[in-house]
């Protein structure tokens, strides 16, 4: 049986983030398997033992009430990010190999700040990551916001499968807004079937929001011209050469770099979705 103890670390996993879920969210993210019913009957004991409240569709633990206006500026905050750099997201839509973009981090679950940025998963044709990686680079270089956008992932079209396997990672893969809706917003849960056992109660499906796509269609993989395969070959390892000379490793949990994928996020936020399960008793 579903337990409170269960439920209240990713109340306040949330909040750690200065967020806050809904009910349907919070069934979600468990991690043990269960029915929609006894999960109401655990929430609702929760709300008449005072330990958590409901307001405005959203859960709070007793303490963090207050944050309800917070939220939903938060959620205007969002999509106002967006709106900002939607004409750069064109733009690296219309790089030939890119093959599908969607937006991670505080943009997937609407809980940007006014000063955050813009995280990005994209999916690229075969052999082309650092070729299209270069040319973002290049877009955020022309338009002064190299700093402000995190092309923080990349994965081949032909390999979807992502290496690092957690609860953490399912979160982000399944809450992830497509900016693309194309074929991959099937193959990615596909080619992942792992995320069922770590997330057994949420439904397999991409978190669509119509406001946030741009795109709707599929692209052919441009992998023809030999002397690509060289170039990306070379950029790589370039990039590979750079990121050793500053210190960083290049097979570490937070910095994964390979010819074919590429997880380019410093910072390593499994810790933090440890820590809540951890501080339960639950193991993460």
């Given at each position: 049986m579903l337990r409170h103890m269960e439920i209240l670390p990713i109340v306040r996993l949330a909040h750690h983030f200065g967020g806050a879920y809904s009910a349907d969210m919070i069934f979600s993210f468990l991690k043990v398997p269960t029915n929609r019913q006894d999960f109401d009957l655990q929430v609702n004991e929760l709300i008449r033992s005072g330990l958590i409240v409901e307001q405005d569709g959203y859960i709070f633990d007793k303490s963090q009430a207050f944050l309800t206006e917070s939220i939903l500026q938060k959620r205007d905050f969002s999509f106002a990010l967006f709106r900002r750099y939607h004409l750069f997201l064109k733009l690296v839509w219309f790089i030939p190999w890119i093959q599908f973009i969607g937006l991670t981090g505080s943009n997937s679950f609407e809980n940007c700040d006014e000063s955050d940025d813009l995280d990005l998963f994209i999916v690229t044709s075969p052999k082309r990551i650092w070729i299209c990686n270069f040319i973002v680079f290049i877009l955020k270089s022309m338009i002064g916001k190299r700093l402000m956008i995190n092309d923080n992932f990349y994965i081949e079209s032909q390999q979807l499968s992502i290496r690092h396997k957690s609860y953490y990672s399912a979160i982000q893969l399944l809450q992830m807004i497509p900016v693309s809706v194309n074929r991959f917003t099937d193959n990615l849960i596909d080619f992942n079937p792992w995320l069922a056992s770590e997330l057994p109660n949420i439904k397999l499906k991409m978190n669509i929001k119509d406001k946030y796509v741009l795109f709707n269609q599929n692209k052919t993989d441009r992998i023809f011209f030999k002397p690509f395969d060289w170039l990306n070959k070379?950029?790589?390892?370039?990039?590979?050469?750079?990121?050793?000379?500053?210190?960083?490793?290049?097979?570490?949990?937070?910095?994964?770099?390979?010819?074919?994928?590429?997880?380019?996020?410093?910072?390593q936020f499994h810790t933090d979705y440890d820590h809540f399960f951890v501080k339960e008793n639950i193991n993460a």
């Open positions: 070379i950029l790589f390892n370039l990039y590979q050469r750079k990121k050793r000379r500053e210190g960083l490793p290049t097979s570490a949990e937070t910095i994964f770099i390979r010819e074919d994928y590429a997880k380019l996020h410093r910072y």
